[in-house]
């Protein structure tokens, strides 16, 4: 047995574009006179995001998912789970697809699937929509990751890795799918400004097993950061699901990533120095600063994550497969270190060789 391997990754955007210009405007809209235009635009340029891809982006001629509010709230939940689901499963369906050709597998001789996602809820949701929409075997064996936050795509990769441990034969389609943009906030805290400005749509979606060729899941670990847990929180409101996002998350990565991650690779015999590639989840610019920093790492080493954020924002837990992708079309040497953050503080890590 070879495995876990990754056989085949796939990504998907909506394609409603949402560029640092187009949004300023929304951002006027949804915010209190109390929150100055220049923050906006000071927050719009300091994300390091040129575009995101959103499935609620204004289109002329149709009605704003986001009209103006006096009472400050938006959008009821209902209405914003009703707008993730018929955006989610299109999405989750595209990205699984690719995945399946890449790995050159038959939806048919799929034996489980792994979903992740903590921006919607719904029963059936997309474990079993992949199921109807692939054509995957109705005896498939489900398991969903759910409201686990940005890591949550490596908590997925463990599952299907385990399964693969288990069963030589098992073939595991795992799929993360987010709609972050049906979550935009209305008010003026500015850890929610900071969130509307980051956060945005996307899927992405892996074929793992151990029969055939790909990168090995070597590894996984956690990590829950002392004396965080008030820095990073995600909760179901009366009005989309609402983030906590506290100043300190990059001094406290900084402080702490870096033992962590040295002890993770010292346990396989193996060193920052001689690390090929380096996927950060990239919660934002200062994220990827205190990671290299901690790791004493050169800024070259956060050009995949900077990219992804770039071109398409933060996508929750769909965004370290995106990174993972562009390191393997880019040929990246292996080992790669995955890992990404989420409420807690927690970390997760992922070491693929």
């Given at each position: 047995?070879?495995?876990?391997?990754?056989?085949?990754?796939?990504?998907?955007?909506?394609?409603?574009?949402?560029?640092?210009?187009?949004?300023?405007?929304?951002?006027?809209?949804?915010?209190?006179?109390?929150?100055?235009?220049?923050?906006?635009?000071?927050?719009?340029?300091?994300?390091?995001?040129?575009?995101?891809?959103?499935d609620t982006a204004d289109r002329p001629g149709e009605p704003t998912f986001y009209p103006p509010d006096p009472q400050g709230h938006g959008p009821s939940t209902t209405a914003r789970m009703a707008r993730f689901s018929g955006a989610a499963r299109p999405l989750a369906a595209k990205a699984a697809g690719k995945a399946l050709a890449a790995a050159g597998i038959a939806p048919g001789r799929i034996t489980h699937?792994?979903?992740?996602?903590?921006?919607?809820?719904?029963?059936?949701?997309?474990?079993?929509?992949?199921?109807?929409?692939?054509?995957?075997?109705?005896?498939?064996?489900?398991?969903?990751?759910?409201?686990?936050?940005?890591?949550?795509?490596?908590?997925?990769?463990?599952?299907?890795?385990?399964?693969?441990?288990?069963?030589?034969?098992?073939?595991?389609?795992?799929?993360?799918?987010?709609?972050?943009?049906?979550?935009?906030?209305?008010?003026?805290?500015?850890?929610?400004?900071?969130?509307?400005?980051?956060?945005?749509?996307?899927?992405?979606?892996?074929?793992?097993?151990?029969?055939?060729?790909?990168?090995?899941?070597?590894?996984?670990?956690?990590?829950?950061?002392?004396?965080?847990?008030?820095?990073?929180?995600?909760?179901?409101?009366?009005?989309?699901?609402?983030?906590?996002?506290?100043?300190?998350?990059?001094?406290?990565?900084?402080?702490?990533?870096?033992?962590?991650?040295?002890?993770?690779?010292?346990?396989?015999?193996?060193?920052?120095?001689?690390?090929?590639?380096?996927?950060?989840?990239?919660?934002?610019?200062?994220?990827?600063?205190?990671?290299?920093?901690?790791?004493?790492?050169?800024?070259?080493?956060?050009?995949?994550?900077?990219?992804?954020?770039?071109?398409?924002?933060?996508?929750?837990?769909?965004?370290?497969?995106?990174?993972?992708?562009?390191?393997?079309?880019?040929?990246?040497?292996?080992?790669?270190?995955?890992?990404?953050?989420?409420?807690?503080?927690?970390?997760?890590?992922?070491?693929?060789?």
């Open positions: 047995m070879s495995g876990p391997l990754l056989l085949g990754l796939g990504t998907a955007v909506p394609d409603r574009v949402m560029r640092q210009a187009d949004w300023v405007p929304i951002a006027d809209r949804i915010a209190p006179a109390s929150v100055d235009r220049a923050v906006t635009e000071r927050l719009a340029r300091r994300s390091g995001i040129e575009r995101r891809h959103c699937v792994v979903t992740a996602s903590c921006t919607g809820f719904e029963a059936p949701g997309p474990d079993q929509w992949l199921v109807g929409d692939l054509a995957l075997p109705p005896t498939v064996r489900r398991t969903h990751v759910g409201f686990m936050g940005c890591h949550a795509a490596v908590n997925a990769l463990a599952v299907a890795a385990s399964l693969v441990l288990s069963d030589p034969d098992a073939r595991v389609l795992v799929c993360c799918v987010e709609i972050c943009s049906v979550h935009l906030h209305y008010g003026e805290r500015l850890d929610r400004l900071i969130a509307n400005t980051l956060f945005a749509d996307g899927a992405a979606a892996a074929v793992v097993g151990s029969q055939g060729h790909g990168p090995c899941l070597q590894a996984f670990d956690s990590v829950l950061l002392p004396d965080s847990p008030d820095q990073m929180a995600w909760t179901v409101g009366d009005h989309g699901f609402e983030m906590t996002l506290g100043a300190r998350v990059p001094e406290i990565l900084q402080a702490r990533v870096g033992p962590w991650i040295r002890g993770v690779l010292d346990r396989h015999g193996l060193s920052v120095a001689g690390t090929g590639g380096w996927a950060i989840h990239p919660g934002g610019p200062r994220v990827i600063e205190a990671v290299l920093a901690s790791l004493e790492l050169p800024e070259s080493c956060g050009a995949a994550s900077r990219e992804v954020l770039r071109d398409f924002g933060n996508m929750s837990s769909a965004t370290l497969l995106f990174i993972l992708e562009r390191l393997q079309r880019a040929g990246v040497p292996r080992p790669w270190m995955g890992m990404a953050f989420g409420p807690g503080l927690a970390g997760e890590s992922v070491l693929v060789t």
